[in-house]
């Protein structure tokens, strides 16, 4: 199949704007011809907003037009999980062939469906397309970016479980959730003045539980603070974010013996950028050498950081990576528990490789 068509949804989100940034550093929108697709704005006023992209994407296209939709040969969306739930089986039922990549979680565990993160699973993404599948979702963005990071250490087989301890950022619970984290510290700085350091703990303790703080979003405060707890309930007292450590990272490698993944996921106060602190059990004990040889030379965008305190504190950082294309690997040692016990610290934008990355090179592999 000849890919002449593509169809963009959800553009003018979060994730959608960093997509549509890539594509257009990539050179992507040559490659085909392009609509835009909007569920709320359409027409030509719309318009005016995409040719910041550097091109005149024509009339921004109805995202609830079935007939405009199905002369797609392919859909990206970046509209979220509603829409998938209610366009995904309509466009299947009336007979759509065309290929389906998608930001959202809905369809991950789906058999139909391939978790798509080329630079470690590009043999599963192959498989699936010369089977004739075609769909095609990015992973979970902690997964993707706990994968990127140590993809290595699972190429040569050695990993036999992995504890996560997850630090992310406002941004991975959407873009009113990063407002909200900016106006609870716009809300708690507002002329607070204290004459000691214990008043001004107090004070703003007091702030951050009041009801006049604005939580909509987080149901929380999250300024000056933590959350651990992360998306619904699931059993075995896990959050769902949590049991997608599991599930995901099985898939996505398509392991032939599941790995064990858990641990506790927490939201934190960042703007931009996952982080996650691992242990990891060996299959064998290992040189810590030979480990880092292979951390940093798995994928090209490792930036691999030597265990030490300043270049921790100045590389391995949100503040560092925010933006960059680059996985933050560190923190790299044995631990007293054993030398078959690893302690590594990653991090990384989850807007890019976490989220709109995926999907980008997706469509450049059904081009190719």
């Not at 190429?155 to 009113?176: C, H, N, R, V």
């Amino acid at each position: 199949m000849k890919i002449k068509k593509v169809g963009i949804v959800g553009w003018r989100g979060m994730v959608g704007q960093v997509l549509m940034e890539r594509m257009q550093a990539e050179n992507d929108f040559t490659l085909a011809e392009y609509t835009l697709f909007s569920a709320s704005e359409t027409g030509r006023a719309a318009s005016a907003q995409a040719q910041i992209y550097g091109r005149d994407f024509g009339p921004i296209a109805d995202a609830n037009d079935l007939g405009a939709l199905k002369k797609m040969d392919v859909i990206i969306t970046c509209q979220g999980g509603d829409y998938t739930k209610q366009y995904y089986p309509i466009l299947k039922r009336e007979g759509w062939s065309g290929y389906w990549i998608d930001a959202a979680s809905t369809l991950r565990m789906e058999k139909e469906a391939t978790i798509i993160l080329d630079p470690v699973n590009m043999p599963v993404i192959k498989k699936a397309l010369h089977a004739g599948e075609k769909t095609f979702v990015g992973g979970n963005c902690t997964v993707s970016l706990m994968l990127m990071g140590i993809q290595g250490l699972f190429q040569a087989d050695l990993i036999e479980w992995i504890s996560t301890m997850t630090y992310q950022a406002a941004s991975g619970a959407g873009a009113k959730n990063m407002e909200e984290l900016v106006a609870q510290y716009g809300y708690v700085g507002q002329g607070l003045q204290a004459k000691s350091a214990l008043e001004l703990e107090k004070k703003v303790t007091g702030l951050i539980s009041s009801p006049q703080l604005p939580h909509a979003n987080f149901g929380h405060a999250l300024a000056y603070n933590l959350l651990p707890w992360i998306d619904s309930e699931y059993e075995m007292g896990q959050s769902r974010e949590e049991w997608k450590g599991f599930a995901e990272t099985n898939k996505i490698l398509q392991t032939k013996t599941s790995i064990p993944v858990d641990g506790t996921c927490a939201r934190v106060s960042v703007l931009r950028c996952h982080s996650q602190g691992l242990t990891i059990k060996l299959k064998k004990n290992v040189p810590l050498s030979e480990i880092e040889g292979l951390l940093r030379d798995a994928n090209p965008w490792v930036k691999f950081v030597p265990n030490k305190k300043e270049l921790t504190l100045s590389e391995l950082t949100p503040a560092a990576l925010s933006g960059s294309l680059s996985v933050g690997v560190g923190r790299v040692r044995k631990m007293r528990i054993g030398d078959e016990y690893l302690n590594i610290f990653t991090l990384g934008d989850q807007l890019l490789w976490g989220a709109a990355e995926p999907l980008r090179r997706m469509l450049r592999i059904l081009f190719e």
